[in-house]
């Protein structure tokens, strides 16, 4: 399959970049499969699955490019798993931790790349930076207006 992307090698600072882009995704990936799974209310795991219909092509682009330059992040999704604590939770406590993490968790998620981005050197990171940025906007948009719309928790 051919790509797009050119093949050079990183400086440390993009290849960093890379890679805690690759653990936000995973990390984001891991708590949405979770909010599949567990939400209570209907929007919230509609949002769940948002995220992950979202986030599998920049996922995947990210991956490809991170292959592509030789940057390893084979383990990241394993790790990124075991950062949120979300399974202890159930119903509408659930649902608020989890957009208390989606929110937090896209804050610093955007906050990273416009930084990044201003700092990095390879095109195809600016491109695939450009791309999601928009949608990580969307989503904590959408998650903060998510939270007025549940009961409150006990």
């Given amino acids: 399959m051919e790509s797009n992307f050119q ?9 960093g970049f890379i890679k805690s882009e690759a653990f936000a995704a995973a990390a984001t990936f891991a708590v949405a499969e979770l909010g599949v799974k567990k939400a209570k209310h209907i929007a919230v795991k509609g949002f769940s699955n948002t995220l992950i219909f979202d986030l599998s092509a920049e996922n995947t682009e990210l991956k490809t490019l991170a ?20 399974e202890t939770y159930h119903g509408v406590e659930f649902d608020k931790k989890f957009l208390t993490q989606i929110i937090s968790g896209h804050k610093k998620w955007i906050t990273a790349i416009e930084t990044g981005t201003k700092g990095t050197e390879c095109i195809e990171l600016k491109a695939w930076s450009s791309k999601i940025l928009p949608t990580l906007e969307a989503h904590l948009a959408r998650a903060e207006s998510l939270t007025w719309k549940l009961p409150s928790v006990g």
């Fill in 7 to 15: 093949k050079t090698t990183l400086n440390s600072l993009d290849e």
């Fill in 67 to 86: 292959t592509q330059k030789g940057v390893d992040i084979s383990g990241i999704h394993a790790e990124a798993k075991d950062i949120y604590k979300l």
